[in-house]
């Protein structure tokens, strides 16, 4: 479910499936109200997620999110370094 058959984590394509993500991407715009309605989905679903989980499993998923974005913010720099 979260890897593909070639066992690699597809975010693009999970992205891409979201009907959030085609709704707001449909005119190819983002708006402020598109952002604040999926910075509110976001939220809701991460205070969903805390209450079914355990503090221990909470804090598996705080580490999932922080190295998610260390990766994805180190990737941005390594792709801006070598537009340089």
């Known amino acids: 479910m979260i890897f593909n058959e070639q066992g690699f984590l597809d975010i693009d394509e999970m992205i891409a499936q979201e009907p ?5 991407m449909a005119d190819g715009v983002v708006t402020n109200d598109e952002l604040r309605k999926q910075t509110d989905r976001v939220i809701n679903l991460l205070r969903e997620v ?9 804090l598996l998923v ?3 999110f922080a190295e998610t974005n260390v990766l994805s913010v ?3 720099q390594y792709e801006l370094q070598n537009i340089r």
Not at 20 to 24: A, H, M, T
């Open 62 to 64: 705080k580490r999932l």
């Open 20 to 24: 959030s993500f085609q709704k707001i």
């Open 50 to 58: 805390e209450t079914r989980l355990s503090e221990e499993d909470q």
């Open 74 to 76: 180190i990737y941005h």
